[in-house]
């Protein structure tokens, strides 16, 4: 039994193909539903959606867009069974890998698509970000996170609205559920899978929603596993107060970068004490 929730907006170019493709890979499972949500497309989008005649289809229309993230938990809101899927509706995924991460589960809570191939490596400034956050995120977990906010997934879903109220309603969703999932200490296998160019025009602002994913990716942290952070801030101070004292030494001979490098490796105890009052606090709220 399996729910599968398809986010939508603006999807006009590849929608329709995409659902029947989707509804003829579902027919291996005995009990299934597909619960698209329109996350109020200004195209052709919604009456395309309304001309599909497809077993077990529930449509849910946001009257605006209001995000992502938001329009995934409607979907898991009103999805039926507690095996839920995630997969965009753009084309970017194929269906049949669902069946693929299927296999793991309930075995798992999580079982992630890990994207593979050109089409997810390519792009400046997106590569970098990627590792930045994957970086982070093992740091944090302990584990490692082949793709931190892949939009494939299969998992439990009545352990997702646990922290429904700590999920991000943006882009950032994927990247939050990967935290929560690892923080807590479910089980989550990723399964590598090829991922495609999409169909249309991407709703994604790379610069604004990588610095949403980075505030969610330390907020998270900050909520879960505080003294890791501080430490890592805490190395970092430290580590340039040792580089600016040899710069000093060596090169320079100045009394501002003297100063700059006994503040910024004093003050390693004070931030990392200030992670230890954040894991009291957390433990005690």
Same mark, same amino acid.
């Given at each position: 039994?399996?729910?599968?929730?398809?986010?939508?907006?603006?999807?006009?170019?590849?929608?329709?193909?995409?659902?029947?493709?989707?509804?003829?890979?579902?027919?291996?499972? &005995?009990?299934?539903?597909?619960?698209?949500?329109?996350?109020?497309?200004?195209?052709?989008?919604?009456?395309?959606?309304?001309?599909?005649?497809?077993?077990?289809?529930?449509?849910?229309?946001?009257?605006?867009?209001?995000?992502?993230?938001?329009?995934?938990?409607?979907?898991?809101?009103?999805?039926?069974?507690?095996?839920?899927?995630?997969?965009?509706?753009?084309?970017?995924?194929? &269906?049949?890998?669902?069946?693929?991460?299927?296999?793991?589960?309930?075995?798992?809570?999580?079982?992630?698509?890990?994207?593979?191939?050109?089409?997810?490596?390519?792009?400046?400034?997106?590569? &970098?970000?990627?590792?930045?956050?994957?970086?982070?995120?093992?740091?944090?977990?302990?584990?490692?996170?082949?793709?931190?906010?892949?939009?494939?997934?299969?998992?439990?879903?009545?352990?997702?609205?646990?922290?429904?109220?700590?999920?991000?309603?943006?882009?950032?969703?994927?990247?939050?559920?990967?935290?929560?999932?690892?923080?807590?200490?479910?089980?989550?296998?990723?399964?590598?899978?090829?991922?495609?160019?999409?169909?249309?025009?991407?709703?994604?602002?790379?610069?604004?929603?990588?610095?949403?994913?980075?505030?969610?990716?330390?907020?998270?942290?900050?909520?879960?596993?505080?003294?890791?952070?501080?430490?890592?801030?805490?190395?970092?101070?430290?580590?340039?107060?040792?580089?600016?004292?040899?710069?000093?030494?060596?090169?320079?001979?100045?009394?501002?970068?003297?100063?700059?490098?006994?503040?910024?490796?004093?003050?390693?105890?004070?931030?990392?004490?200030?992670?230890?009052?954040?894991?009291?606090?957390?433990?005690?709220?």
């Amino acid at each position: 039994m399996i729910s599968v929730v398809v986010p939508v907006y603006n999807e006009e170019g590849a929608i329709e193909l995409f659902l029947k493709e989707l509804s003829l890979e579902l027919k291996h499972f &005995p009990k299934h539903e597909i619960v698209v949500v329109n996350d109020g497309s200004t195209d052709s989008t919604p009456e395309i959606l309304r001309s599909l005649s497809l077993d077990n289809l529930t449509i849910i229309d946001h009257a605006e867009n209001i995000g992502y993230g938001k329009s995934l938990l409607d979907g898991l809101l009103a999805a039926k069974y507690e095996c839920a899927a995630i997969i965009d509706g753009d084309g970017s995924y194929a &269906p049949r890998q669902i069946k693929e991460l299927y296999a793991h589960y309930p075995r798992y809570d999580m079982v992630v698509g890990a994207r593979q191939g050109r089409e997810y490596t390519r792009g400046l400034f997106k590569r &970098p970000a990627r590792l930045l956050f994957n970086y982070l995120v093992k740091y944090a977990t302990g584990r490692k996170v082949p793709d931190v906010n892949s939009g494939l997934r299969i998992f439990n879903k009545n352990i997702a609205l646990r922290f429904k109220d700590s999920l991000c309603t943006g882009f950032s969703f994927t990247t939050t559920i990967t935290l929560l999932f690892l923080l807590n200490h479910y089980y989550v296998k990723y399964v590598p899978i090829e991922y495609f160019k999409r169909k249309g025009n991407s709703k994604v602002s790379h610069f604004k929603d990588t610095l949403r994913a980075g505030q969610i990716i330390v907020q998270t942290i900050v909520c879960y596993n505080p003294v890791k952070l501080f430490l890592l801030l805490a190395s970092f101070n430290a580590l340039f107060g040792i580089l600016f004292s040899v710069v000093n030494y060596f090169l320079v001979h100045t009394v501002f970068l003297s100063i700059l490098s006994a503040i910024c490796v004093s003050s390693f105890i004070p931030i990392f004490a200030l992670g230890l009052v954040c894991e009291r606090i957390r433990k005690n709220v």
